[in-house]
């Protein structure tokens, strides 16, 4: 860190000297001539000399801001590796599969999860239902010793104090029951030193045992990490680069719809968890704690039609979720090396990507960029430097708008990175006027969903 603080006082040292001459060729040269073009010529190139340098120094600036950072959240480290011992994860990492009135979703959810488990000892099947619906618990009944079943209370009968002016959010209190049942069952009844959350109107990948499997090392091995989540909220198919199904990515936003997390998590949020909206609960800045979840660039879960029934009542459906793209290729993620997603070695990847390798250019010329058929391989990084410049940004590029606790869906660092006909997008904050997250930003009632 001192070297860069020495850097840039040197830069800016440099810059004062160069400008001097720079001042004093021009003085000297109108002594010495007449020419008044040649005098304009001078102080033209003087005036791009400090345009560029300003630039520079802003740049140098941002960087040196966000080491600090990085120092300050524990990320300083630059090359983290983890024993490959370590790597293999041995315990069992148990599915527990959410469901209440759906039978013919519990049925296709279930059955594709049968179908890629590649062991039950290692991915044994729960499946918690806390509904009076028998069709679900015969459905659940037909896969017989495949497939564990608890039933709990229904929600209706049990004693939850929703506040009057909540009525019509009742199902998200019962849900929220359910979760803190469910999740102490597996941690606490059964001993699990983790799980896998589902839902049963998600779709599932070929690969998402091995994902979620290959991933868990990262989990016990940084302590910045709190959950691996199957979801990218900007996977749709004409925003990802479906040849980097291998791709993965750290991110401040907790996406949900298929995540695992640890049993020394849920021991943090047990004693406190809340009686509804327990997801936009968990990105509270409060529970979150700067932590990070590692999320796929193409999701390892899926919407299916059920979910146009759930207890949102369909929002962003249509428009999202359901045009989201399951991967349908194979990866075999025990054979990759996972550690350049320890919080170091990320953040380090992250910052020659985006800073060294993308150009920076205006949103207005990403349209015209993305079309021509040379541009195809390269990254472009747009910067914005509010909420409302952030959504009309996120909109010309088709990924979602809104926040939840002030962070952009999919972001890493304020970075929303997207891959549109070839070429890899960064929306990144211009850390001058964003300096980090605000958890007053919202999308103004006029841009819609």
Request: glycine share 4%; aromatic share 12%; hydrophobic share 40%.
């Amino acid at each position: 860190m001192q070297a860069v603080t020495k850097l840039f006082v040197v830069f800016i040292f440099v810059f004062i000297l160069w400008t001097l001459y720079v001042e004093n060729q021009i003085t000297a040269r109108s002594r010495n001539t007449d020419n008044i073009d040649d005098l304009l010529e001078s102080a033209t190139r003087l005036e791009r000399l400090l345009a560029y340098e300003a630039k520079k120094i802003k740049e140098l600036t941002e960087d040196v801001h966000q080491l600090n950072a990085r120092r300050r959240s524990g990320k300083m480290v630059m090359e983290e590796m983890v024993s490959p011992e370590l790597k293999y994860w041995k315990d069992p990492i148990p599915v527990l599969v959410f469901s209440c009135n759906r039978a013919q979703a519990v049925r296709d959810h279930v059955q594709k999860l049968i179908k890629y488990r590649p062991s039950q000892e290692r991915f044994p099947i729960i499946v918690s239902q806390d509904c009076d619906n028998d069709n679900v618990k015969n459905e659940v009944m037909n896969f017989g010793d495949k497939v564990q079943y608890i039933k709990h209370l229904a929600g209706d009968k049990a004693n939850i104090t929703i506040p009057p002016s909540h009525r019509q959010y009742t199902a998200y209190y019962r849900i929220a029951r359910h979760y803190k049942l469910a999740l102490n069952h597996v941690f606490v009844d059964k001993g699990y030193s983790s799980v896998i959350i589902t839902e049963d109107d998600l779709d599932i990948a070929p690969d998402f045992f091995s994902y979620f499997s290959s991933t868990r090392y990262l989990l016990e091995n940084d302590d910045n990490l709190w959950c691996v989540t199957a979801w990218n909220d900007n996977g749709k198919l004409e925003n990802i680069d479906v040849n980097a199904a291998s791709k993965l990515y750290r991110s401040d936003f907790f996406a949900g719809l298929g995540w695992m997390m640890s049993s020394k998590t849920w021991n943090e949020l047990e004693p406190i968890w809340p009686v509804g909206f327990w997801d936009d609960w968990m990105r509270d800045p409060l529970r979150r704690k700067n932590r990070q979840c590692i999320r796929p660039e193409v999701s390892r879960t899926g919407m299916m039609s059920y979910g146009k029934e759930g207890a949102s009542k369909g929002q962003f459906f249509s428009k999202h979720l359901i045009k989201i793209k399951v991967n349908d290729k194979y990866t075999d993620f025990g054979k990759i090396n996972l550690d350049y997603l320890l919080p170091g070695n990320f953040a380090k990847k992250t910052h020659i990507e985006v800073k060294k390798e993308a150009i920076e250019m205006r949103i207005d010329d990403v349209a015209s960029f993305v079309l021509k058929p040379e541009n195809k391989g390269k990254s472009v990084r747009v910067i914005y430097d509010g909420n409302v410049d952030y959504i009309q940004k996120a909109d010309k590029l088709h990924v979602m708008h809104d926040f939840k606790a002030g962070v952009p869906r999919t972001a890493y660092d304020g970075i929303v990175t997207c891959f549109i006909n070839g070429i890899r997008i960064y929306l990144v904050p211009d850390r001058t006027k964003v300096p980090g997250y605000n958890p007053d930003w919202a999308v103004p009632p006029s841009f819609g969903e």
